[in-house]
């Protein structure tokens, strides 16, 4: 593992999104791994303004999210289809028909088939770069600590800690979808390149236990361990426990 800790959030924001671009500039029909989550808009910024000076295009990229809450319509401005079009591709010239998100939208019937149709579209990819943001409880995407590490994508039901931290963009907790489709442990795993952001006193314990602990299911980034090209990027506050 690498570790960055940056003196900010802006400057943590900046180098992950510089590796972002590196991986553009290098392929320029890189399959491209995102995450939602107030961690990752600053480096979202970051891409945009580079995009915007001509150093980086998502014309030729692909994408696959992590997550997208369960039950939501598409359009609903917590779901992470809106979330993405707002901080990112509504700004940059990415191919819309590139763009691969579990579908919010769907009845408890139907979200097995939904839960296929991520699996085989992952079955057919590589992401090259894929990057991740860490829950208070150490989910990575939204593979909440269990037994197990998750292999494919998958329902997961969110963890109370999860709905809490998430209420905040909510009006009511109880708004906060309780399902969510998430891409597998496994499937992160095989991503060639990673990169994990945290900023804040309250990622610091999490970030500990995931880089110094044990690797263990009940701190599912603990996994990341195993992975061959992982960078995770921190402030000075997310830091601070190393
Ligand atoms: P956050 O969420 O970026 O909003 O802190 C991270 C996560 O839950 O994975």
Do not use: C, W
């Amino acid at each position: 593992m690498k570790i960055i800790i940056a003196e900010n959030y802006d400057q943590m924001s900046k180098k992950a999104a510089d590796i972002f671009a590196n991986q553009l500039k290098e392929k320029e029909d890189s399959t491209l791994g995102l995450a939602t989550g107030s961690t990752p808009t600053g480096m979202y910024k970051h891409l945009i303004e580079m995009y915007k000076n001509g150093e980086i295009s998502f014309k030729s990229a692909k994408t696959f999210n992590l997550d997208e809450y369960m039950g939501l319509p598409e359009n609903h401005e917590q779901s992470y289809s809106f979330f993405m079009n707002e901080n990112l591709f509504d700004h940059v010239d990415i191919n819309k028909e590139n763009i691969n998100i579990p579908k919010s939208n769907v009845s408890e019937t139907e979200i097995n088939t939904e839960v296929e149709r991520y699996n085989h579209l992952l079955d057919n990819s590589e992401i090259d770069i894929q990057v991740l943001g860490i829950g208070r409880n150490g989910h990575i995407g939204f593979n909440e600590p269990g037994d197990a590490f998750t292999k494919n994508a998958t329902v997961a039901e969110l963890t109370e800690d999860t709905i809490k931290a998430n209420s905040r963009f909510f009006d009511n907790i109880e708004d906060v979808p309780q399902k969510a489709i998430t891409m597998g442990i496994k499937q992160i795993m095989m991503a060639k390149k990673i990169i994990l952001l945290a900023n804040g006193k309250s990622k610091s314990e999490i970030i500990k236990a995931t880089i110094t602990g044990k690797i263990t299911p009940f701190v599912p980034a603990s996994v990341l361990q195993l992975h061959k090209d992982v960078t995770i990027i921190l402030d000075k506050e997310a830091a601070e426990l190393l």
